[in-house]
């Protein structure tokens, strides 16, 4: 933290190790006669880098609760590692791309590799945290009250300080009326002519015991329920802060067999690390489990579960089909209707883009829940409008046409605004030409127009192309996957790989995090070939137009 | 929280530090000191949007009496999700409001802990609230209020309360054939079914979801789904779908089913307690009576639900959690202001009788529950509702029941580990 207050004077010092001649400017950061550039200059880089530590000491707390050694290294190793940099006169480039390859790891690379280390493991519901943490919820999930036993009224003392002394239970049985002081070490009686009771029978003064009210025992939340007091037949434990129980945890951790082991029935259940649970030689297995590493297992289900490679290819190809479908549609109907108001004779053109924008100004959230109700059977408003009996969402094509045809709807906006500024920087000279040449309009637009209206394009319809391959809301907010059929609950025909995947992963059994991982990284690799194979395909294009 | 406050009093230390106007790096230290002693007694509840409004002025109370802070944080979508993710990051809150459903997930979570209900508290609650919230044999949360599905109907249209499914059907046929309504019956189904409104008939038709232990648990090795009583369930449904009566049609669903009966398209509604605003709303003469099985066939069952407040189990507070919760939640002032925020009936016997006088249709909405099954909350349930509800939509459709049905179990089975 020292080397901050040295980062000015660091630079003055050393001035003729500065890269020469280049940047003379630099030099005279320091000097008297230059003082208001340098001041702001100085004043935010001084804030910048005060941000940047506070923000890492603000990291490093929980760090260092938590007990991240690794990621408090790495986290000062970062920070000195921008200290260095902006301190020191020398590596211009690198100040200028850090801060983006920061950014890029943060937001980009890590993100992908937690998902791909995620799809190793069995994370999910019911295997969340680790092993300690399923055996203390197991453990507290069995304390019982004893049967039979009282109902203590109760009140936190201590001797001591009311933020700091020892805590002490005091109980009174509201049967006898009897009132004893508990901790670790067991209960002891008190002589009733110390003690004053409520009539509800909490102790509200006793003598030698300073008694904490809610605010200071809720300040000491975890030492009262960590407290337990020994009896014959269990402990006494706090139920909240005015009643205590006598209770008894059935199930307990015995380290020496790994297992947990349940002293009313006498069962016992075994840690299996390959699967993270406690299982009972019956099969039985606790709720709560643990996160482990279970390798390939999430990919091979893929493969090996009839139910999920069997309908993956179908709906591989749909997916293509859905992607392909609505950024071509919207593309040519796009394209269409921008060569239309780009013709010279067209009036009343501003008129025409405003209203053509609508779609795309609606939020698509909103709008595909609108076509949902639209394209109901008995209620919605294309069948009634057109006094059709069509199931939209009940028939396999239909479901496929219709949410076809609401991207196209919600799409073709955005396709007409970029073509229409792509044909604007088209010269009209060009066309002009072709048709000087004797071409006829269709001719003159294959072989100029198009040609350069893709190579603007390109880009955005490969960028189209993959967000479509994942839209997921248009396929979850209209039909949901639907239909199913009959046999098959998991797969339906408007189903795309996302859906599907959404829906394998949250729809069954809970949340299963690790597998959905890994048909993400599924879906990853498959719009990345296809994005990449696009991409050269586009500069070759380029180059031949160019 | 405090380490945020530290932190920032640390980020604005060493700017200064860094700025060289002073300030040495020790400042940082006591001031984390004093800020872990200033927030002691603070209990953060997370609720939906609606319960947090009734919550807070009780939230309030409870805070004022006991010299603590008392947060109520509105968490208005995914409570459920949220929670398990907050809780298991360490910054969740001490007391969550939930349906007693979650606690299956939530046990294997590890994310909320059993609340030890003295005995005369128990007993002043309805029985099969306390049933709802009990898993494995602890209670994990206190409830407050229960609700089910009950027939609303349209008592200009059809005066008499159907005694049975056909009854039901022959009204609703005389009303259509008169022109006077459209449809017979708005059950919602959807494109992908609904399990929980279509549970009364399968439960009628001779179906049943899981079996039951020795200590009268659910038992998710006993799968109901697929089995020959659910087959016959399914093609007695079947028998009401849009290629039988036309009783039951996937364009009734979630979003329309309600305000088709509000404008008077159909003559009945098979909903909940979360209807009765919008009927009212909408001035029409209406009554409440039990869902209606089929002529001859079983009971007809609705899942009886239950919302309920639990103590997380990595709450900051757990000793005050566990003392609003168990000892404050459970009075029937809090029971009577979660009902005035929305109507649904009082799990406490005694709120229920407070509001009984002014509210008839609470009764009726009781009486039709009465015989209802508790929604099981075994973790296994999840498994349930997405298949189930798709083979319903399937057979409604006109699907065959025998493959169909026999394809569900097998999914649901499949995914129960």
Redesign the interface.
Known sequence: ??T??S?PGSASQAPGREPTGSRPARKRRTARNDAPITLTGL?VK??L???T???A???A??LV?GEKWAGLALLAATTAGLFYLYLTPRHIPAKYLVPGTLFLIAFQVLPVLYTASTAFTNFG??H??DKD??I??IQ??????VPGSA?YALSVATKGDP?TGPLVFLVSDPATGTVSAGDAGGLTRLDAADVTVAPGGKVTAAEGYTIL??????????E??DLVVPTDAGAL???????A?E?RAVRAYDQGCDCIRDSETGKTWTADEAVGSFVAADGE?L???WKVNVGLSNFTRVITDG?ISGPFFGTLIWNFAFAIGSTGGTFLLGMFIALALHSPRMRYTNLYRVLLILPYAMPSFAMLLVWR?MF?????LVNNLFGLGV?W??GEWTARFAVILVQLWLGYPYMFLVATGALQAIPRELTEATSVDGASPWQSFRAVTLPLLLVALSPLLIASFAYNFNNFNAIYLT????????????NGATDLLITYTY?LAF?????EFGFAAAISLFIFTIVAVVSAVSFRRTRKQEEVYS | MR??T???V???A???????CGGS?SS?EPA?QEST?AS????VIWADDKRTAALQPFADKFGQE???TVKVEAISKDLQ?NF?TAA?QGNGPDVVVGAHDWI??L????AI????L??DKKSAFSEISIKAVTF???VYGVPYAQENLALIRNTELAPEAPKTIEDLVATGKKLKAEKKV??TLCLQVG??GDAYHIYPLYTSGGGYLFGTTANGDYDPKDLGVGKPESIEAFKKIGALGEKGEGVL?????D??SIA?FTSKKCAFLASGPWAITDVKKAGLKYDISPVPGFAGGKEAQPFVGVQAFYVA?KG????????????YTSTPELAVALYNAEPRPPALTAALDQVKGSDPDLVKFQEAGKNGQVLPAI??M??IW??FG??E???I?G??PT??VT??GK?IA????
């Open positions: 933290m020292t901050s207050l980062g004043a001084v804030i880098l005060g941000l530590a506070g923000i000491v603000w990291a707390f929980p609760e519901d019911g969340r945290g943490d399923a203390v919820a507290t999930a069995s304390v019982k009250q109902e933020a009210n809610f605010g200071q025992a809720g300040a000491r939340s975890q009262i329920t434990r706090s139920s909240g802060l005015s009643r129980y209770g297995r709720a709560q489990g139910n109700d109901n059977t008995d209620f919605g199931n969402f009940g039909t949901e996957g639907a239909p199913f059929p009959a046999d098959n609950p998991t829906r729809g069954g059994q809970g949340a | 380490i945020r530290a932190g920032v640390a980020a604005f060493l700017a200064l530090a860094a700025s060289g790096d940082d984390a002693k002691g007694g603070e209990l006991n010299g603590v999700t398990v298991q299956g997930n046990v294997q979570n590890g802990e059993p609340v030890q003295a005995a494995n044999g602890q459209t449809e494109q992908n049609k996937r364009s009734i669903a979003t329309n088709t189990a900051k507070n757990k000793a005050l959690a566990q003392e609003f919760v168990a000892n973790p296994a999840a498994a997405d298949p798709k083979a939509a399937a057979v459709g699907a065959d493959t169909t394809a569900a999914t499949g995914s129960i580990k």
